[in-house]
């Protein structure tokens, strides 16, 4: 098993851009989570989806940020404008159930200068 | 809110040292709680979980973790560290629809 995929490993890219960041979860793991790790406020969740359906979105910082699960072995985390206080190390985790053990993904080094 | 609580901040031990990390939450209902280990640059890899029974956990690497339901911790340790246990330490437990809220993390440092 390749574990999730995340892509792409860094994203260096100007304040007001469009940044998609894309996870592959684990084949047969039917939750997936975004998370985004900063030195200032941890790990932070965003949104998780339980059988490619949004589940609780109320992490996400603001209407920038949106995020898709078009189906089970695919997603997507786009900002859009980006700004400078995006910064951070995004994570995809999934797994069998809501509760249980999570696989992380690698993360995305996002800079926005 | 739910919390998770990790009272150090920053551990610096030296190789051989017993080595134990707090862990406090919150939550009153069933629990599910989880060690992670995230080495410097990588992603967090679980360490050990609890869900039910034995609430002494063996987990990779040597580390355990007891679950105390009275004092709501879940504290994990190991007898003696290594060099190569530098790393950031996690705690989790269950959030909002036992969602697993992560406490800020600590720092080890194990000198050799």
């Known amino acids: 098993d390749a574990g999730v995929i995340q892509s792409p490993r860094h994203e260096v890219t100007e304040m007001g851009q469009e940044v998609t960041l894309r996870c592959k979860p684990i084949?047969?793991?039917?939750?997936l989570f975004w998370y985004r790790q900063t030195m200032m406020r941890g790990l932070e969740l965003l949104i998780y989806?339980?059988?490619?359906?949004?589940?609780?979105d109320s992490g996400m910082p603001e209407d920038r940020f949106s995020a898709k699960m078009p189906n089970a072995s695919f997603s997507t985390l786009k900002i859009q404008p980006s700004e400078p206080r995006d910064s951070a190390v995004y994570f995809c985790?999934?797994?069998?159930?809501?509760?249980?053990?999570?696989?992380f993904g690698s993360g995305t080094r996002l800079t926005v200068v | 809110a739910q919390s998770v609580s990790q009272h150090n901040h920053h551990v610096i031990l030296s190789e051989a040292a017993s080595l134990e990390l707090g862990c406090n939450y919150s939550?009153?209902?069933?629990?599910?709680l989880f060690w992670y280990v995230q080495y410097p640059g990588q992603h967090l890899q679980l360490l050990l979980k609890?869900?039910?029974?034995?609430?002494l956990v063996k987990g990779i690497k040597g580390f355990e973790a007891e679950f105390i339901k009275s004092k709501f911790s879940f504290n994990l340790r190991k007898p003696s560290v290594q060099w190569s246990d530098t790393a950031e330490y996690f705690c989790?437990?269950?959030?909002?629809?036992?969602?697993?809220?992560f406490g800020r993390g600590t720092s080890l440092i194990v000198h050799p």
């Open positions: 985790a999934s797994s069998l159930e809501t509760f249980g053990g999570y696989t």
């Open positions: 084949s047969g793991h039917n939750s």
């Open positions: 989806f339980n059988n490619n359906v949004p589940i609780d």
């Open positions: 939550y009153g209902g069933t629990v599910n």
């Open positions: 609890y869900f039910s029974g034995d609430p």
């Open positions: 989790a437990a269950p959030g909002g629809s036992y969602i697993p809220t």
